[in-house]
């Protein structure tokens, strides 16, 4: 039998804020456990949240970069249940009206484009961290109160790989708009997958199954994949899939089960008394909404139409923040897109990779690399010259025009100087001249060696070869 | 002389002309209190050092002109003050010290008010009774055989007998007006979100209010001048300009219009208060001003009641959601975490505060919430609609705060189901909550040597107004005894 997998997905992601969703208290990751705290944090009877704007804006900015229509008017819920790493009994959220709707995120895998539909976004703020020891909890309360949206697909992921491309999508979005660090490892990016399959052709879903604790991009990928294999095998021996929330083990490579879901939750859901509606300033919404920075994809697009750069080329660039600053200051200094890209992709990354470093910490400046390529384009320094270059110029904090004074390269362009030299060889060499017309291709490239040897290879290659050859056509008459 | 039972005015007078320093006030009021404890019960801390440290300081200090100036009060212990014990009149916070203070009780201190301790109320604010807070029942000073009525009893009583001039309550039905009543004081509920309420506990926040108990008008006006006023921290506090009435309230109430509501008016079962009340309105009119008695839908009114408590236990269970034990308050610990918190709840509570957050948690519950909650939510709405139609024509709505007397204690009564409780003519004042309307009990009528108070209640955001008018009547009725 074949199934079809359906899979949604529900993203929390903290919002990268000064300070927490209702709280003063800094909104950090790095600091010693509980020193963060503000009593609004933990509960103490009396306090009252407050809420944050910058996190609104943050919000504000993730539901127009993922498409949702935005309500414009914030309404707070409550949503209620016992736990120990929720101070208050209850967790403010956005229950009936989230502050976004009806987006999508655009993926590509294996080169076809699908949307993957958003359902909601909403804001809400993050629990206490529990930190689990053989006889005893903790809790760190720095968490308790950092800002979070969470982002939540309809039901039309249909792979583990389409899962992966989503995440992966997201998180680069959300990245490049500063939303979030959407840090997988270190939970500030928190992926729940509901994985459920159905025969082909049956309208009813399947029972579903959330797995959590999903920390890197591969993970949500393999974890889909033996799961959509475990519930296969479970129909196909005639057993039932139970709901049930699972949890990847990154060891086996397997979900685990954590607890059955028996009866769903009922988490009164009310309105948040302490805060009345607010009504955002339209103008400070489209103020907040208008001025993003352009997407990845977007980009994509652009330096393809702009540059005339290939889509490979573009795609490359832009799959990397920094690199993609990089080359945008890269073409404010020269026009020869093309080969300013090969530079980037092939020469800078490969000095990179094998130095381990990073676009952050590089010492060659936009404006030299850019100089570099315009030398060459003048014929001022070759090709292979300009490797040298290179590499003092990634080694140093030098400019182009130092590099080039101090490895003395000069590169002889002049006609006048380039003619007497080649009349010079021509002269001591003339029997290459007969050898060369009676058809002897290496005559040329010997000559050529020898006019190079003459200048102590500083002659400009191109110019000595078209000269050449204009001194021999002049012969043949 | 006793100052403690004067006018804020009188006190502060007396402090300038150095007949009264304010150690020697605050000596006197801890005295009176302590004596108060063993006859009404109202205090749960009576905080002697830190207020005598404190007025020490003072007296080394030139007194301003702030007519707070080394007053002592009292404050309900559902405020949260900073290293003093808080308790909420509940065991489950009965070890409760807070690490910060409320916004309410900082304005009072910042203005040099002195508190000498903290009082007891009805157990986390839900009751009306006073019998239910966990150090025991609240007594009336005037007959300790009666009760004070809630929430707001301690600090009630503590007025009542004269131990300080004010004192701090909270209003969420009728838990400042109505004690005011029963004891013959001002009982002021100011415009919900003109006070912050940062730092009071929540009962129900949507109709939780700051709210003060005074021996008259013009000093609940001065209370009301130092707490009114925007606050960041609580976000529906509104971003408003701060109100200065005090010098503005002159008692002229000529050509003023109230209306009295017939149908809760006139089910006054004693016929003798019901003739003091006839009377006091005659005098009213004389006065010049319009007495209307207008006709109400009943049925509407009617849910008053059962509005209220669905609103407020469905609120409160979620607004108590917070004492698990775990952070703070009474933990009783149990086999795991859960354990502990069921335990740590089991014993905390009463079972009458028990059986308000099943109540509350049955109307939110999903099966529930349309046709319970959401319903009780338009009745409000209904309701403070009507209420504002008619406030359109008249100054203010004025009624009996209460049909009776204090009651006499029960023996082995069950505490929530007071005689009359249910009946709209005792539960009427709720209004004032469902629409933040400002609204004041001052002393009218009495009945066998016991007050009886009339409320007036006014449009949202006129304070002043229902203080003028409060302060017109009450010098009329002042005039004529």
């Known amino acids: 039998m074949n199934f079809e997998t359906i899979i949604g997905i529900e993203i929390h992601l903290q919002l990268k804020t000064k300070t927490k969703m209702f709280s003063p208290a800094l909104n950090t990751s790095k600091a010693a456990p509980n020193t963060h705290v503000h009593p609004i944090d933990m509960g103490f009877p009396g306090t009252l949240p407050r809420v944050n704007k910058k996190a609104v804006e943050l919000a504000l900015i993730a539901c127009k970069a993922l498409h949702c229509s935005i309500d414009d008017c914030l309404h707070f819920d409550r949503k209620n249940y016992f736990y120990a790493d929720l101070p208050k009994g209850y967790q403010i959220t956005q229950d009936k009206r989230p502050i976004g709707r009806n987006g999508y995120v655009t993926i590509e895998v294996d080169s076809k484009e699908k949307n993957i539909e958003i359902e909601r976004i909403h804001m809400e703020e993050d629990t206490a961290k529990q930190l689990h020891y053989t006889t005893f909890t903790l809790l760190d309360y720095n968490r308790c109160g950092i800002p979070l949206i969470e982002i939540v697909t309809k039901p039309n992921i249909r792979s583990g790989k389409e899962a992966a491309a989503y995440v992966e999508q997201l998180r680069n979005i959300l990245l490049y708009l500063d939303v979030s660090d959407c840090k997988m490892e270190e939970g500030s990016l928190r992926c729940d997958v509901n994985v459920s399959i159905r025969p082909y052709g049956q309208v009813e879903f399947g029972t579903k199954v959330e797995i959590k604790n999903l920390n890197s991009i591969s993970n949500v990928e393999k974890a889909i994949d033996y799961e959509v294999k475990r519930q296969k095998a479970l129909l196909l021996r005639g057993e039932a899939v139970e709901m049930e929330t699972r949890r990847f083990d990154e060891a086996s490579k397997t979900t685990v089960l954590m607890r059955k879901k028996t009866s769903a939750v009922d988490y009164k859901y009310f309105t948040e008394d302490n805060i009345m509606p607010i009504q955002l300033d339209k103008n400070w919404v489209n103020q907040v909404i208008s001025n993003l920075p352009e997407l990845p994809h977007e980009k994509e697009t652009r330096y393809q139409k702009e540059y005339g750069l290939s889509s490979y080329d573009a795609k490359v660039l832009t799959s990397n923040k920094p690199m993609m600053q990089y080359f945008e200051k890269l073409v404010t200094y020269y026009n020869n897109y093309k080969i300013m890209t090969n530079w980037l992709i092939v020469e800078v990354l490969g000095y990179l990779n094998k130095n381990n470093q990073t676009f952050e910490n590089m010492k060659m400046e936009p404006k030299e690399l850019a100089i570099m390529v315009k030398y060459i384009d003048e014929g001022k320094i070759s090709s292979k010259q300009a490797k040298d270059v290179f590499e003092h110029l990634m080694s140093s904090s030098k400019t182009v025009d130092e590099i080039i004074k101090e490895l003395n390269i000069v590169q002889i362009s002049d006609d006048t100087t380039l003619l007497a030299i080649i009349n010079e060889v021509l002269t001591e060499f003339s029997s290459s001249i007969d050898d060369y017309f009676a058809g002897k291709d290496r005559a040329f490239g010997f000559m050529i060696g020898q006019i190079m040897k003459k200048t102590k290879g500083q002659a400009n290659p191109a110019k000595v070869n078209q000269l050449l050859k204009q001194e021999l056509e002049k012969l043949k008459k | ?481």
Request: glycine residues 8%.
């Open chain 2, 1 to 481: 002389m006793d100052y403690l039972n004067q006018s804020l005015e009188t006190i502060h007078q007396a402090l300038k002309d150095k007949k009264v320093t304010v150690t020697e006030l605050v000596k006197e009021a801890i005295n009176k209190a302590k004596k108060l404890q063993e006859t009404c019960n109202a205090f749960v801390t009576i905080d002697e050092d830190n207020a005598l440290n404190q007025a020490k300081e003072l007296d080394n200090k030139e007194v301003t002109d702030n007519l707070l100036f080394g007053i002592p009060m009292a404050i309900k212990d559902n405020y949260s003050t900073k290293d003093v014990l808080s308790t909420g009149s509940s065991n489950i916070l009965n070890n409760y010290v807070p690490i910060f203070e409320s916004q309410a009780t900082s304005l009072l201190k910042d203005a040099n008010a002195i508190s000498i301790g903290k009082t007891v109320l009805d157990e986390l604010a839900m009751g009306g009774s006073g019998l239910t807070g966990h150090t025991g029942v609240v007594k009336n000073p005037l007959d300790t055989n009666r009760l004070i009525g809630g929430s707001s009893a301690g600090s009630c009583a503590a007025v009542v007998a004269g131990v300080i001039p004010f004192a701090l309550g909270s209003d969420t039905g009728d838990s400042v007006r109505k004690p005011a009543s029963l004891g013959g004081i001002v009982g002021f509920k100011p415009t919900w979100g003109r006070i912050s309420r940062y730092g009071l506990y929540p009962f129900a926040p949507s109709l939780d209010t700051v709210a003060f108990f005074t021996r008259n008008v013009k000093d609940s006006a001065y209370i009301f001048d130092v707490l009114n006023g925007y606050d960041n921290k609580d976000m529906t506090c509104f971003n408003l300009e701060k109100e200065i009435v005090y010098d503005s309230i002159n008692g002229t109430i000529k050509g003023k219009k109230i209306a009295v509501l017939k149908e809760i008016y006139e089910t006054i079962s004693n016929p003798e208060i019901k003739k003091e009340f006839d009377e006091f309105f005659e005098n009213v009119k004389k006065q010049g001003v319009q007495v209307d008695l207008i006709s109400i839908d009943k049925k509407l009114y009617d849910t008053i009641y059962s509005t209220y408590m669905i609103l407020s236990c469905s609120e409160a269970t979620s607004n108590n959601a917070n004492l698990d034990g775990i952070n703070f308050g009474n933990y009783v610990e149990a086999n795991g975490v859960d354990a502990s918190v069921i335990a740590t709840r089991s014993k905390g509570f009463s079972e009458l505060i028990k059986r308000r957050f099943v109540i509350g948690s049955y109307i939110l519950s999903k099966e529930n919430q349309e046709k319970l909650f959401i319903k009780a939510k338009k009745l409000r709405r209904l309701i403070v609609e009507d209420v504002n139609r008619i406030l359109d024509s008249y100054d203010a709505i004025v009624l009996p705060a209460s049909g009776n007397v204090a009651p006499l204690f029960k023996q082995g009564n069950d505490v929530d189901r007071l005689s009359d409780e249910y009946l709209l003519l005792e539960n009427h004042m709720a209004i004032g909550n469902f629409g933040g309307f400002p609204s004041i009990t001052i002393p009218c009528i009495k009945y066998q040597g016991l007050p009886i108070g009339i409320n007036i209640t006014g449009k949202a955001f006129k304070d002043k107004d229902v203080l003028n008018l409060a302060y017109g009547l009450e010098s009329m009725i002042g005039g004529k005894k």
